[in-house]
């Protein structure tokens, strides 16, 4: 019988060795963001306060330049791959047993955890000896400053909304002071708008005379209040969600103008936002517990029909026949016990003598579920 054995070339005609080993692409830097979050993982370090964390971060980001989320994004796309740096951005912290994601450019740093901290890091070539040392030492700077009353200029920001335009002027120059007379203008409508707009709004003619503006005349026609609102109530109703944080990013330069000459009326929008997401949130709540009542009921029906005879009601019992793991049905009965509640009226039962179940009061099925 003829051998279907197809010898195939060890060498290319080109040359390349075709018996080499070629790893998917970006398998070293994940390589490496494994090892740093590793170490990370067994660092034995305890800093204490988690601002110390997020100083570092930014002092890393300002050092290369990435001002904002796109730049982050550019950075993370060429060492991740695009897809890859997405997923890292959009990673939101976990408040509860169910995944959850923030869009992209609609959460801050600030939401920011442990997994995007090694990602970045691991991007811009940190090492996490150094990394660890610098932490550390920064901590205790910061515990330094806190001890003896006083801060760092990083720390003593400027407040939201200068008190007066003398107070305007002098947070200017301290700003001044350390990035430069050339960059401060640009560095104020960056990190500091409202500052920018405050002096824009109400002393224009000394702020440009000492910081001119560039050449693209963005504050050389301002919008009116009008235009503003518009703008706003625009974003308001393009936004993906009831939160004041995500219109706000997306008017951009309007909603610090209104902060500072249109406050009462930007104040009741805010308001009106807060009823509406308050709102949303008890329609999710309510729409998760009747989902939780469903799975809670399958799950009584489903044991009854696997034991075959009378049952006790708690967490440990339900969790084989539902959706909810043990801890997270444990979890959901302390939060939410009118969950059991109504499954049980559900499924027909009384407080004593139910079909199915062992004889014990109602009482007694909510301190079981609970685990008492």
Known sequence: MPSTFVPTPLICSCGYDLR????????????????????????????????VFFKF??????????????????????IYG????????????????IYSSAPLALSSKREFRAPQFCAVLVAIDANFEQTRVRITSLAGVMATLHEHGSQSYESAAPRRHPGSVMEARTQTAEIEKHVGR??????????YKTLFWYLTLFD?????????????????????IEADRATIMAAISRAPR??????KNLSQQAFFRSSLRDADWLDERKKVTARAANAEKLMRKRAYLAACVDDVVQAI????????GPIRISAATLAPYAALSEHQLRHLFNLNPEVLEHALCRISLTPRGCVGISSVTHA?????SQGE
């Open 57 to 78: 971060f930014d002092s890393q980001l300002a050092e290369r330049g990435l001002e904002n989320r796109p730049e982050l994004l550019a950075l993370l796309s060429g």
């Open 82 to 97: 695009e897809e890859s740096a997405k997923a890292i951005l959009t990673q939101a912290p976990q408040r509860s047993d």
């Open 301 to 308: 029906r489903r044991s009854e029909e696997f034991s075959g």
């Open 364 to 368: 007694e099925l909510v301190r079981e």
């Open 242 to 247: 009831p939160t004041v944080r995500v219109w």
């Open 204 to 224: 224009q003619a000394w702020f440009e005379a000492h910081y001119p503006p560039g050449g693209r005349g963005a504050t050389e026609v301002l919008p009116s």
């Open 20 to 51: 080499q080993y070629r790893g998917p692409e970006h398998s070293e830097v994940w390589e490496r963001l494994a090892q740093f979050s590793v170490d990370a993982l067994f660092c034995k370090d305890s800093v204490e306060i988690c601002g």
């Open 182 to 191: 050339a960059v401060t203008r640009s560095y104020l409508y960056r990190r």
